[in-house]
């Protein structure tokens, strides 16, 4: 079936750091990839996504590029701020035609000033 | 604003008791979706439901059951056969346009039981 895998967190990074979170999925077909941020107590929110390979989601900074040869989304981000700390969730929707996520078990980034 | 509410935002319930969450929106999607979240995993699917009188169930539906009687709500009840009901609860909403679909989110229900 269709998974997600997320490195493990906590990452932590000092203010204005560069940020990877890496994210490699399995799936049949070509799926849709997302990435969420969940703030404390918190739902989610989309942060970014890519409907097609070689697209690069993009928003707040953060950056994503759908790779299908590597089969990878990860997250990126140039210069992190205290308010990015969060955790982050990578995410695929199937091509069912109807929109199922599967997420990855999230990394927790905290920026420390 | 348009959004997704979920009340209440924290539940306290004893066990063997039944206990029913609330999912409203007003963004007028078709799709509505409830998530279970445990410390230190993904979101776990509990139901979904596409349209208004029609449900099915996800990866974790044991337990648990829905109702989808109007197009902007879709409350959730936790059975008392539900043998670990304390997580946080996510409610989410999407159109149903296909798969590259956002699906916005609820702040959340946090559940313990006692």
């Known amino acids: 079936g269709n998974s997600v895998t997320q490195m493990e967190g906590p990452v932590t990074l000092s203010e204005e750091a560069f940020l990877t979170i890496n994210c490699t999925y399995t799936?049949?077909?070509?799926?849709?990839l997302f990435w969420y941020v969940q703030y404390p107590g918190e739902g989610l929110q989309l942060l970014l996504k890519a409907t097609k390979a070689d697209d690069k989601g993009s928003n707040k900074g953060f950056e994503a590029t759908y790779r299908k040869e590597t089969t990878s989304f990860h997250l990126e981000k140039g210069s992190v701020q205290v308010s990015d700390s969060a955790v982050y969730f990578c995410?695929?929707?199937?091509?069912?035609?109807?929109?199922?996520?599967?997420f990855g078990t999230g990394t927790r980034l905290l920026v420390s000033p | 604003d348009g959004g997704i509410t979920q009340s209440p935002k924290y539940l306290f319930r004893k066990e063997g008791q039944n206990v029913t969450l609330s999912c409203e929106q007003n963004l007028n999607h078709d799709a509505m979706y409830w998530y279970r979240q445990d410390p230190g995993q993904g979101l776990r699917l509990i139901y979904y439901s596409q349209i208004v009188n029609d449900f099915q169930k996800g990866d974790i539906a044991e337990g648990y059951s829905v109702s989808r009687e109007k197009k902007e709500s879709f409350p959730l009840t936790v059975t008392s056969a539900q043998k670990n009901p304390t997580a946080f609860y996510l409610c989410a909403s999407s159109t149903i346009a296909g798969n590259t679909d956002t699906q916005y989110f609820g702040p959340g229900t946090r559940l313990t039981v006692l």
């Open positions: 995410a695929l929707s199937d091509n069912t035609g109807f929109q199922k996520l599967v």
């Open positions: 799936a049949t077909g070509y799926p849709s």
